[in-house]
């Protein structure tokens, strides 16, 4: 098994069918792409790379970063993608604990060489053209044989608490998951493009393995990043594009939609399909994304330990608006993807019955192997064959799956508790609110209390009292906040998740 194959089938049979795009610019087609990356695998097997080495890509999103992967698969190497924002000095300890051998960077994130590497490779050099000159005869290089439970991508966790883990992702792992996707996501033909906006060295740029299965083009934008005006003219250029999204930038898609004047039917010109997932998508942002933009969107949860796959809420969940429970529908995330079973458990893991809060679960073919170098870690998260995500929520009767938060960020006050997503939700359908994040601060009295970060709509003025007599007409009077903040901007990563470590540091100052 080795997902090279997948590459060399499309080089086979669609060999000058446009591939990759910087922008609007066919920068290779599939028979271009394949001579790259067999090139580039050949050449670093010539250098004594071997078969499960480490390869670091740190890098912002470029045409290249699909190339760089696909010579690693083919040379039968791990991939170890890195967060183009992360620190240097973080990014030389992933290079320890990965044992990593080379590394592909942008200029732009890394100005000087990493420490402990063999060779470091800056992607737009005469060094790396060199490397990813194309092979004399791409389809005769031999691709490396691998096994499903071989690794392929090893991917460090954002290390909220603590260091980074590595995930180790085998290649059945990553089949799986591509395959799911024509399940569980959405269609694709040869015919459709994907837009990589998001982090590629996230899930966003696994999508890559479904598109390329299916023979579909790849888009980079030419900004490298999410500008939505420029992905809008993407879209109408070589669209409807496909392309993945965290919640945060599904918004700027839907402002700019709404700013723009634009209706659904020129949004599906634009795009064809928007994944969202990697953090809470609150019930009123969803339903203002599908007025402006239409049925365009499919939701997923997962998490990097089952990459893109856990659950899915789907095109057709989301407009089934007759539905009895649409609402409570509209507010998870969906049911559980065809490779996997999902269950709530308790801290043994037992099962709970439906509508009982408890850990999210996770048994599949996309789960894991394990955390790199890290039993123990293991051990805690791996048992019996299930995941444990570290997500709390319930079940409902029909299999949805409804996530509260992460059981670091559940708020006690008084010895009731809250979830902060409840009192979120509430407070974004307030008028003038844009965005809002609830966390807990400490208190003398009630042990905690609950403080929400609010950013108004421009031109809002937004009061206190309006939120709270809004909150009160709408939830239990002890889960109400005690305390505003209004802010411009919540501190975000690079994929979109709220910073609730920095909001309760802040709150507690
Ligand atoms: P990561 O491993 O960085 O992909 O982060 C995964 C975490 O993001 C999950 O464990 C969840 O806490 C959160 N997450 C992922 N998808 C969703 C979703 N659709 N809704 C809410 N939270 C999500």
Known sequence: MNLAHLLLRQAR?????????????????????????????????????????RVLLFMHNHPRYLELLWAAWWAGLVVVPVNAKLHPKEVEWIVDDAQARWAFVTADVAPSALAGLERQVEIE??????????????????????????????????????????????????????????????????????????????????????????????????????????????????GPLSTFAAPTIVKRLVDYAQQAGLGPERCAQAFKTIVYGGAPMYRADIERALRVMGPRFVQIYGQGETPMVGTALSRHHLADAGHPRHLERLASVGVAQTPVRIRVGDTNGRELAAGTVGEVLVKGDSVMAGYWRNPAATTAALRDGWLFTGDVGCLDADGFLTLKDRSKDLIISGGSNIYPREVEEVLLTAPGVAEVAVVGAPDPEWGEVVVAFVV??????????????????????????????????????????????????????
């Open 125 to 238: 050099s005469a060094q790396a053209d060199l490397l990813l000159a194309p092979a004399r005869d791409a389809l005769a290089v031999p691709v490396a044989e691998r096994g499903p439970d071989d690794l392929a991508w090893l991917f460090y966790t954002s290390g909220t608490t603590g260091r980074p883990k590595g995930v180790m992702l085998t290649l059945r792992n990553l089949m799986t998951m591509g395959l799911g996707y024509f399940v569980d996501v959405d269609a694709v033909s040869a015919q459709d493009a994907i837009v990589y906006g998001a982090p590629m060295s996230h899930g966003a740029g696994l999508y890559a393995i479904p598109h390329l299965m299916a023979g579909a083009r790849h888009v980079v934008p030419a900004s490298r990043g999410v500008d939505p005006a420029e992905l809008f003219d993407l879209g109408w250029q070589l």
């Open 13 to 53: 049979q669609a060999p000058d069918r446009p591939a990759v795009f910087s922008g609007t610019q066919c920068v290779a087609t599939h028979a271009e792409w394949a001579a790259r990356s067999a090139g580039l695998a050949q050449r670093m097997r010539e250098a004594g790379l071997v078969p499960g080495d």
């Open 456 to 509: 108004p709509r421009p031109g809002d003025a937004l009061s206190t009292d309006l939120l709270d007599r809004h909150c009160l007409a709408r939830m239990a009077r002890f889960k109400r906040p005690k305390r505003y903040v209004m802010v411009d901007t919540l501190p975000k990563n690079n994929y979109g998740k709220v910073l609730k470590t920095v909001l309760r540091e802040r709150a507690e100052g």
